[in-house]
Protein backbone atom coordinates (compact mmCIF):
# COMPACT_ATOMS: atom_id res chain seq x y z
CA UNK A 1 0.00 0.00 0.00
CA UNK A 2 0.89 3.47 -0.76
CA UNK A 3 0.84 5.39 2.06
CA UNK A 4 -0.91 3.38 5.36
CA UNK A 5 -3.06 5.44 7.79
CA UNK A 6 -3.35 6.03 11.15
CA UNK A 7 -6.28 6.66 13.98
CA UNK A 8 -8.11 5.87 16.44
CA UNK A 9 -10.84 3.43 17.86
CA UNK A 10 -12.94 4.94 20.70
CA UNK A 11 -15.04 2.89 22.55
CA UNK A 12 -14.52 3.98 24.98
CA UNK A 13 -12.96 2.14 27.80
CA UNK A 14 -13.52 3.74 30.96
CA UNK A 15 -13.51 2.63 35.17
CA UNK A 16 -17.11 2.57 36.26
CA UNK A 17 -17.98 4.74 38.60
CA UNK A 18 -15.25 7.68 37.88
CA UNK A 19 -16.11 11.01 36.74
CA UNK A 20 -18.33 10.41 33.45
CA UNK A 21 -18.16 14.00 32.44
CA UNK A 22 -14.58 14.57 32.76
CA UNK A 23 -13.94 11.59 30.95
CA UNK A 24 -15.93 12.46 28.05
CA UNK A 25 -13.95 15.79 27.76
CA UNK A 26 -10.83 13.68 28.19
CA UNK A 27 -12.08 11.78 25.09
CA UNK A 28 -12.45 15.14 23.09
CA UNK A 29 -9.30 16.55 24.46
CA UNK A 30 -7.14 13.12 22.51
CA UNK A 31 -8.85 13.47 19.36
CA UNK A 32 -8.01 17.29 19.51
CA UNK A 33 -4.21 16.15 20.29
CA UNK A 34 -4.52 13.47 17.43
CA UNK A 35 -5.70 16.15 14.70
CA UNK A 36 -2.85 18.23 15.72
CA UNK A 37 -0.79 14.92 15.82
CA UNK A 38 -1.41 14.22 12.16
CA UNK A 39 -3.85 11.52 12.85
CA UNK A 40 -5.83 10.49 9.53
CA UNK A 41 -9.43 8.87 11.40
CA UNK A 42 -10.78 8.63 14.88
CA UNK A 43 -13.91 5.96 15.22
CA UNK A 44 -16.39 6.46 17.84
CA UNK A 45 -18.20 3.65 19.27
CA UNK A 46 -22.14 3.40 20.36
CA UNK A 47 -22.97 1.55 23.47
CA UNK A 48 -25.74 1.48 26.00
CA UNK A 49 -24.88 -0.44 28.94
CA UNK A 50 -21.91 -2.30 31.28
CA UNK A 51 -20.53 0.85 32.37
CA UNK A 52 -17.39 1.26 30.26
CA UNK A 53 -18.48 1.89 27.49
CA UNK A 54 -20.16 5.33 28.20
CA UNK A 55 -20.68 7.02 24.58
CA UNK A 56 -24.84 6.74 23.93
CA UNK A 57 -24.69 8.47 20.30
CA UNK A 58 -21.76 8.94 17.81
CA UNK A 59 -23.18 11.24 16.24
CA UNK A 60 -23.83 13.47 18.77
CA UNK A 61 -20.09 13.41 20.37
CA UNK A 62 -18.50 13.67 16.30
CA UNK A 63 -20.56 16.74 16.24
CA UNK A 64 -18.36 18.19 19.26
CA UNK A 65 -15.20 16.43 18.06
CA UNK A 66 -15.69 18.33 14.37
CA UNK A 67 -15.77 21.91 16.03
CA UNK A 68 -12.92 21.35 18.10
CA UNK A 69 -10.59 19.71 14.89
CA UNK A 70 -9.48 20.63 11.83
CA UNK A 71 -8.39 17.63 9.52
CA UNK A 72 -8.95 14.36 11.32
CA UNK A 73 -11.91 12.49 9.52
CA UNK A 74 -14.87 10.97 11.95
CA UNK A 75 -16.53 7.82 12.12
CA UNK A 76 -19.31 6.30 13.77
CA UNK A 77 -17.25 3.02 15.34
CA UNK A 78 -19.85 1.58 15.55
CA UNK A 79 -23.35 2.50 14.79
CA UNK A 80 -25.51 -0.58 16.04
CA UNK A 81 -27.67 -0.36 12.70
CA UNK A 82 -29.64 -3.08 14.29
CA UNK A 83 -30.82 -0.89 17.09
CA UNK A 84 -31.55 1.51 14.65
CA UNK A 85 -34.83 3.23 11.83
CA UNK A 86 -32.28 2.68 9.16
CA UNK A 87 -34.03 5.96 7.49
CA UNK A 88 -32.99 8.24 10.24
CA UNK A 89 -29.57 6.91 10.15
CA UNK A 90 -29.15 7.77 7.20
CA UNK A 91 -30.46 10.89 7.46
CA UNK A 92 -28.11 11.95 10.81
CA UNK A 93 -25.11 10.79 9.11
CA UNK A 94 -25.69 13.07 5.86
CA UNK A 95 -26.74 16.08 8.11
CA UNK A 96 -23.08 15.82 9.71
CA UNK A 97 -21.18 15.08 6.62
CA UNK A 98 -22.49 18.67 5.39
CA UNK A 99 -21.51 20.07 9.23
CA UNK A 100 -18.11 18.46 8.43
CA UNK A 101 -17.34 19.60 5.46
CA UNK A 102 -16.89 15.68 4.20
CA UNK A 103 -14.95 14.39 7.51
CA UNK A 104 -17.72 12.04 8.39
CA UNK A 105 -18.04 8.41 8.02
CA UNK A 106 -20.29 5.26 8.86
CA UNK A 107 -19.41 1.98 10.20
CA UNK A 108 -22.12 -0.27 11.34
CA UNK A 109 -22.57 -3.81 13.20
CA UNK A 110 -25.11 -5.72 15.29
CA UNK A 111 -24.44 -4.42 18.32
CA UNK A 112 -21.72 -5.99 20.43
CA UNK A 113 -23.44 -5.75 23.76
CA UNK A 114 -26.50 -8.43 24.40
CA UNK A 115 -27.14 -6.28 27.26
CA UNK A 116 -27.61 -3.26 25.14
CA UNK A 117 -29.65 -5.94 22.38
CA UNK A 118 -31.74 -7.27 25.34
CA UNK A 119 -33.30 -3.82 26.73
CA UNK A 120 -35.07 -3.15 23.33
CA UNK A 121 -36.07 -7.28 23.37
CA UNK A 122 -33.37 -8.44 20.47
CA UNK A 123 -31.06 -11.22 20.98
CA UNK A 124 -27.88 -11.39 18.65
CA UNK A 125 -29.12 -13.65 16.10
CA UNK A 126 -31.85 -10.91 14.99
CA UNK A 127 -29.19 -7.97 15.14
CA UNK A 128 -27.43 -10.15 12.78
CA UNK A 129 -30.05 -10.53 10.24
CA UNK A 130 -31.23 -6.86 11.33
CA UNK A 131 -27.92 -5.88 10.07
CA UNK A 132 -28.10 -7.05 6.72
CA UNK A 133 -31.55 -5.70 5.96
CA UNK A 134 -31.30 -2.28 7.56
CA UNK A 135 -27.94 -1.98 5.59
CA UNK A 136 -29.62 -2.90 2.09
CA UNK A 137 -31.66 0.56 2.88
CA UNK A 138 -29.14 2.71 4.10
CA UNK A 139 -27.23 1.93 0.81
CA UNK A 140 -30.44 2.31 -1.12
CA UNK A 141 -31.19 5.60 0.47
CA UNK A 142 -27.29 6.84 -0.90
CA UNK A 143 -27.28 5.66 -3.83
CA UNK A 144 -30.92 5.93 -5.29
CA UNK A 145 -33.40 8.70 -5.28
CA UNK A 146 -36.04 5.65 -5.62
CA UNK A 147 -38.38 5.29 -2.82
CA UNK A 148 -37.64 2.36 -0.33
CA UNK A 149 -40.47 0.22 0.82
CA UNK A 150 -40.24 -2.20 3.25
CA UNK A 151 -40.72 -3.43 6.66
CA UNK A 152 -37.46 -4.71 8.71
CA UNK A 153 -39.84 -6.28 11.56
CA UNK A 154 -38.64 -3.45 13.48
CA UNK A 155 -39.73 -0.42 11.35
CA UNK A 156 -42.12 0.81 8.33
CA UNK A 157 -40.63 2.51 5.78
CA UNK A 158 -43.28 3.83 3.28
CA UNK A 159 -42.02 5.55 -0.38
CA UNK A 160 -38.63 6.97 2.37
CA UNK A 161 -36.15 9.16 0.41
CA UNK A 162 -33.40 11.28 1.75
CA UNK A 163 -34.54 15.28 1.29
CA UNK A 164 -30.58 15.98 1.43
CA UNK A 165 -28.14 14.27 -0.89
CA UNK A 166 -24.67 13.89 0.98
CA UNK A 167 -21.98 16.53 0.77
CA UNK A 168 -19.72 13.98 -0.15
CA UNK A 169 -19.64 12.35 -4.09
CA UNK A 170 -21.17 10.16 -3.92
CA UNK A 171 -21.34 9.77 -0.46
CA UNK A 172 -19.28 9.29 2.60
CA UNK A 173 -17.47 5.83 3.35
CA UNK A 174 -19.36 3.45 4.66
CA UNK A 175 -17.53 0.46 6.28
CA UNK A 176 -18.98 -2.79 8.12
CA UNK A 177 -17.47 -4.16 11.22
CA UNK A 178 -15.71 -7.66 11.63
CA UNK A 179 -14.52 -9.91 14.46
CA UNK A 180 -13.79 -13.44 13.28
CA UNK A 181 -16.92 -14.74 11.55
CA UNK A 182 -17.62 -14.06 7.51
CA UNK A 183 -21.11 -11.62 8.86
CA UNK A 184 -18.64 -7.85 7.69
CA UNK A 185 -16.95 -9.22 5.31
CA UNK A 186 -19.71 -10.42 3.61
CA UNK A 187 -21.41 -7.28 3.86
CA UNK A 188 -18.66 -5.12 2.81
CA UNK A 189 -17.92 -7.03 -0.46
CA UNK A 190 -22.00 -7.18 -1.16
CA UNK A 191 -22.27 -3.59 -1.10
CA UNK A 192 -18.40 -2.47 -2.47
CA UNK A 193 -17.73 -0.92 0.91
CA UNK A 194 -15.21 -0.68 3.85
CA UNK A 195 -14.33 -3.51 6.26
CA UNK A 196 -13.94 -2.62 10.12
CA UNK A 197 -11.73 -5.35 11.41
CA UNK A 198 -12.14 -4.51 15.15
CA UNK A 199 -11.07 -7.97 16.66
CA UNK A 200 -8.39 -8.32 13.82
CA UNK A 201 -5.47 -8.46 16.97
CA UNK A 202 -7.39 -9.47 20.17
CA UNK A 203 -8.17 -13.40 19.47
CA UNK A 204 -6.31 -15.71 17.47
CA UNK A 205 -9.21 -16.54 15.63
CA UNK A 206 -8.93 -12.62 14.41
CA UNK A 207 -6.06 -12.59 13.22
CA UNK A 208 -5.94 -15.54 11.40
CA UNK A 209 -9.21 -14.93 10.14
CA UNK A 210 -7.60 -11.99 7.99
CA UNK A 211 -6.38 -13.16 4.84
CA UNK A 212 -9.72 -15.23 5.24
CA UNK A 213 -12.19 -11.86 4.90
CA UNK A 214 -10.75 -10.39 2.40
CA UNK A 215 -11.14 -13.50 0.14
CA UNK A 216 -14.76 -13.42 1.48
CA UNK A 217 -15.17 -9.43 0.42
CA UNK A 218 -13.63 -10.66 -3.34
CA UNK A 219 -16.11 -13.39 -3.76
CA UNK A 220 -19.10 -11.57 -2.62
CA UNK A 221 -17.90 -8.52 -4.79
CA UNK A 222 -17.95 -10.49 -7.83
CA UNK A 223 -20.71 -12.35 -7.03
CA UNK A 224 -22.73 -8.77 -7.01
CA UNK A 225 -20.94 -6.98 -9.27
CA UNK A 226 -19.21 -4.45 -6.71
CA UNK A 227 -15.61 -3.94 -6.20
CA UNK A 228 -13.44 -3.47 -2.85
CA UNK A 229 -10.40 -1.44 -2.38
CA UNK A 230 -7.76 -2.81 0.51
CA UNK A 231 -7.54 1.04 0.85
CA UNK A 232 -10.63 1.10 3.07
CA UNK A 233 -9.85 -2.14 4.84
CA UNK A 234 -8.77 -1.04 8.49
CA UNK A 235 -7.46 -2.94 11.14
CA UNK A 236 -7.86 -2.49 14.74
CA UNK A 237 -5.13 -3.17 17.15
CA UNK A 238 -4.37 -1.83 20.96
CA UNK A 239 -0.27 -0.16 21.81
CA UNK A 240 1.06 1.69 24.14
CA UNK A 241 4.49 3.40 23.17
CA UNK A 242 7.31 4.77 25.39
CA UNK A 243 10.95 5.84 24.77
CA UNK A 244 11.85 2.44 26.66
CA UNK A 245 10.15 -0.69 27.65
CA UNK A 246 10.41 -0.54 31.33
CA UNK A 247 8.78 2.90 30.67
CA UNK A 248 5.58 1.59 28.87
CA UNK A 249 5.49 -1.54 31.47
CA UNK A 250 5.57 1.24 34.39
CA UNK A 251 2.83 3.48 32.34
CA UNK A 252 0.21 0.56 32.06
CA UNK A 253 0.22 -0.25 35.84
CA UNK A 254 -2.29 2.99 35.46
CA UNK A 255 -4.99 0.79 33.86
CA UNK A 256 -4.66 -2.16 32.05
CA UNK A 257 -6.20 -4.68 34.68
CA UNK A 258 -9.26 -2.75 34.72
CA UNK A 259 -9.50 -3.11 30.92
CA UNK A 260 -8.73 -6.80 30.93
CA UNK A 261 -11.93 -7.33 33.75
CA UNK A 262 -14.08 -5.42 31.48
CA UNK A 263 -14.19 -8.26 28.77
CA UNK A 264 -13.09 -11.08 31.57
CA UNK A 265 -15.69 -10.59 33.86
CA UNK A 266 -18.06 -7.54 32.56
CA UNK A 267 -18.67 -7.32 28.57
CA UNK A 268 -20.55 -10.58 26.86
CA UNK A 269 -18.43 -10.76 24.05
CA UNK A 270 -16.22 -13.68 23.77
CA UNK A 271 -14.60 -13.26 20.77
CA UNK A 272 -12.25 -10.29 22.77
CA UNK A 273 -10.47 -13.56 24.43
CA UNK A 274 -8.28 -11.74 27.02
CA UNK A 275 -5.98 -13.86 29.23
CA UNK A 276 -3.68 -12.65 32.34
CA UNK A 277 -3.78 -13.00 35.94
CA UNK A 278 -1.33 -10.26 37.27
CA UNK A 279 0.56 -7.30 35.29
CA UNK A 280 3.06 -9.16 33.84
CA UNK A 281 0.95 -11.69 32.66
CA UNK A 282 -1.47 -8.99 30.66
CA UNK A 283 1.61 -7.54 29.20
CA UNK A 284 3.23 -10.91 27.75
CA UNK A 285 -0.29 -11.75 26.66
CA UNK A 286 -0.65 -8.73 24.71
CA UNK A 287 2.76 -8.84 23.12
CA UNK A 288 3.24 -12.35 23.13
CA UNK A 289 0.21 -13.30 21.82
CA UNK A 290 0.64 -10.91 18.42
CA UNK A 291 -2.41 -9.02 20.46
CA UNK A 292 -0.74 -5.98 19.70
CA UNK A 293 2.61 -3.75 21.38
CA UNK A 294 3.60 -2.64 24.97
CA UNK A 295 7.50 -1.00 24.35
CA UNK A 296 8.74 1.02 21.86
CA UNK A 297 8.13 2.36 18.79
CA UNK A 298 10.41 -0.69 17.57
CA UNK A 299 7.72 -2.83 18.91
CA UNK A 300 5.38 -0.61 17.40
CA UNK A 301 6.48 -0.76 13.71
CA UNK A 302 6.85 -4.34 14.41
CA UNK A 303 3.39 -5.08 14.85
CA UNK A 304 2.06 -2.94 12.35
CA UNK A 305 4.19 -4.92 9.47
CA UNK A 306 2.80 -8.22 11.02
CA UNK A 307 -0.45 -7.18 10.32
CA UNK A 308 0.53 -6.38 6.96
CA UNK A 309 1.76 -9.12 6.22
CA UNK A 310 -1.00 -11.44 7.32
CA UNK A 311 -3.81 -9.60 5.73
CA UNK A 312 -1.61 -8.72 2.76
CA UNK A 313 -1.87 -5.18 2.93
CA UNK A 314 -4.71 -2.57 4.40
CA UNK A 315 -5.65 0.59 4.56
CA UNK A 316 -5.48 2.09 7.87
CA UNK A 317 -4.52 0.88 11.59
CA UNK A 318 -6.55 2.45 14.27
CA UNK A 319 -5.34 2.01 17.75
CA UNK A 320 -7.18 0.96 19.93
CA UNK A 321 -8.20 3.81 22.75
CA UNK A 322 -7.95 1.53 25.93
CA UNK A 323 -6.78 3.88 28.75
CA UNK A 324 -3.98 1.71 30.04
CA UNK A 325 -1.85 4.87 30.86
CA UNK A 326 -2.82 8.02 32.71
CA UNK A 327 -3.37 11.09 30.20
CA UNK A 328 -0.28 12.48 29.97
CA UNK A 329 1.36 8.99 29.14
CA UNK A 330 -1.52 8.68 26.41
CA UNK A 331 -0.89 11.43 24.58
CA UNK A 332 2.86 10.76 24.72
CA UNK A 333 2.89 7.34 23.27
CA UNK A 334 0.52 8.57 20.41
CA UNK A 335 3.02 11.48 19.81
CA UNK A 336 5.87 8.32 19.41
CA UNK A 337 4.03 6.66 16.97
CA UNK A 338 3.23 10.17 14.63
CA UNK A 339 6.99 10.71 14.97
CA UNK A 340 8.53 7.35 14.40
CA UNK A 341 6.19 4.49 13.12
CA UNK A 342 3.43 6.22 11.15
CA UNK A 343 6.71 7.73 8.59
CA UNK A 344 7.85 4.04 8.48
CA UNK A 345 4.27 3.30 6.57
CA UNK A 346 3.46 6.55 4.90
CA UNK A 347 6.80 7.30 2.58
CA UNK A 348 8.66 9.66 4.49
CA UNK A 349 10.97 8.21 6.41
CA UNK A 350 13.17 7.03 3.63
CA UNK A 351 13.69 10.15 1.77
CA UNK A 352 15.25 11.72 5.07
CA UNK A 353 17.37 8.76 5.72
CA UNK A 354 18.49 8.61 2.25
CA UNK A 355 19.60 12.47 1.98
CA UNK A 356 21.80 11.88 5.10
CA UNK A 357 23.62 8.57 3.45
CA UNK A 358 23.93 10.72 0.72
CA UNK A 359 25.96 13.48 2.02
CA UNK A 360 27.19 10.78 4.58
CA UNK A 361 29.02 8.89 1.39
CA UNK A 362 30.15 11.97 0.03
CA UNK A 363 31.21 14.34 3.17
CA UNK A 364 34.93 13.81 2.72
CA UNK A 365 35.28 15.23 -1.25
CA UNK A 366 32.83 18.34 -0.27
CA UNK A 367 34.90 18.93 3.07
CA UNK A 368 37.82 18.83 0.76
CA UNK A 369 36.17 21.47 -1.34
CA UNK A 370 35.18 23.40 1.37
CA UNK A 371 38.67 23.57 2.57
CA UNK A 372 40.04 25.12 -0.76
CA UNK A 373 37.16 27.08 -0.77
CA UNK A 374 38.31 28.53 2.41
CA UNK A 375 42.19 28.18 1.58
CA UNK A 376 41.61 30.23 -2.11
CA UNK A 377 39.51 33.30 -0.43
CA UNK A 378 42.29 33.89 1.94
CA UNK A 379 44.74 33.54 -0.17
CA UNK A 380 42.64 35.92 -2.41
CA UNK A 381 42.32 38.48 0.32
CA UNK A 382 45.69 38.41 1.27
CA UNK A 383 46.85 39.10 -2.14
CA UNK A 384 44.29 42.34 -2.14
CA UNK A 385 46.02 43.47 1.21
CA UNK A 386 49.20 43.27 -0.63
CA UNK A 387 48.45 45.05 -3.56
CA UNK A 388 46.57 48.01 -1.49
CA UNK A 389 50.14 48.61 0.43
Same mark, same amino acid.
Given at each position: ?7 I ?6 P?G ?6 L ?21 E???A?S ?14 E ?8 T ?40 S ?19 ? =? %?????S???? $? +? &?T????? *? ?7 P ?23 R ?24 ? =? %? ?8 ? $? +? &????W?L *?G ?12 R?V???I???F ?19 R?M ?8 I ?22 F ?25 H ?25 H ?23
Amino acid at each position: MSRLRFGIFLAPFHPAGENPTLALQRDLRLIQHLDECGYDEAWIGEHHSAGSEIIASPEIFIAAAAERTKNIRLGTGVTSLSYHNPLWVAERMVLLDHLTKGRVMLGVGPGSLPTDSAMIGLNPTQTRELLETNLDV =V %MQLLTSDEPV $T +V &DTGTHKL *VDARLHLRPYSVPHFDVSVAAVASPTGPRLAGRHGVGLLSIGATLSADGFDALAHHWN =V %MEERAATFGT $T +V &DREKWRL *VGPMHIAETREQAYRDVEHGIEQWFNYFKKVAAFPQMAVDGGNLREMIDFINGAGIGAIGTPDDARAQVQRLVDQSGGFGAMLLMAHEWANPEATRRSFELIAQHVMPEFQGQAWPTRNAKQRAMDTRAGHSEQQNQAVAHMTEKYQKELANKD
